[in-house]
T-cell receptor, first 113, second 111 residues
Framework: NAGVTQTPKFRVLKTGQSMTLLCAQD?????MYWYRQDPGMGLRLIHY???????AKGEVPDGYNVSRLKKQNFLLGLESAAPSQTSVYFC????????????FGDGTRLSIL | AQSVTQLDSQVPVFEEAPVELRCNYS??????LFWYVQYPNQGLQLLLK??????LVKGINGFEAEFNKSQTSFHLRKPSVHISDTAEYFC?????????FGGGTRVLVKP
């Protein structure tokens, strides 16, 4: 049982380049989330989705876009990468809303030079 | 606005000693509380959760937490830690669809 799978695991980009991070879950979860984790700041929500075809902004959405064309996949795009977006990105999914636990992927370590 | 405060950013502790990680939440409405653990280079894993009922919640790996509504706290405890408990621990509050994580507490277990 794979759970939540994130690809790639590591990536180095130059400022201004674009890229897409992929998150896939095999638990038939409705809710999916993208977080970024920076030292001393915990996890901050970038965007989330409450079902196929829907997305919503989280706490720190600027510079990112997302899409949820299929229920099992949630894509995070960086349109024009900036050094401030150097971070570890985590995807999570859950069956429902707040009273349900989230299941996390192992993260994508992204460096912007 | 909701906030979750983990009062200690780092907690050093000797092996086989007890540990308590403090978490205070802010929501005044019905709230669900969770503790997660993050081992190095991994994602977060659920330790335990409080949804309703008994205020003492037992989780995996010998951890437990106590929900205290009057003090808006949800402190995590373990009576005897192992080296393998070295990790970062996150408290999370959920009020409706709003999820808020604390800043994390790094636990370093020393031999």
């Amino acid at each position: 049982n794979a759970g939540v799978t994130q690809t790639p695991k590591f990536r180095v980009l130059k400022t201004g380049q674009s890229m897409t991070l992929l998150c896939a879950q095999d638990m038939n979860h409705e809710y999916m989330y993208w977080y970024r984790q920076d030292p001393g700041m915990g996890l901050r929500l970038i965007h989330y989705s409450v079902g196929e075809g829907t997305t919503a902004k989280g706490e720190v959405p600027d510079g990112y876009n997302v899409s949820r064309l299929k229920k099992q996949n949630f894509l995070l795009g960086l349109e024009s990468a900036a050094p401030s977006q150097t971070s570890v990105y985590f995807c999570a999914s859950s069956y429902g809303a707040g009273n349900q636990p989230q299941h996390f992927g192992d993260g994508t370590r992204l460096s912007i030079l | 606005a909701q906030s979750v405060t983990q009062l200690d950013s780092q907690v050093p502790v000797f092996e086989e000693a007890p540990v308590e990680l403090r978490c205070n939440y802010s929501s005044s409405v019905s709230v669900y509380l969770f503790w997660y653990v993050q081992y190095p280079n991994q994602g977060l894993q659920l330790l335990l959760k409080y949804l309703s009922g008994s205020t003492l919640v037992k989780g995996i790996n010998g951890f437990e937490a106590e929900f205290n509504k009057s003090q808006t706290s949800f402190h995590l405890r373990k009576p005897s830690v192992h080296i393998s408990d070295t990790a970062e621990y996150f408290c999370r509050e959920a009020a409706g669809n709003k999820l808020t994580f604390g800043g994390g507490t790094r636990v370093l277990v020393k031999p």
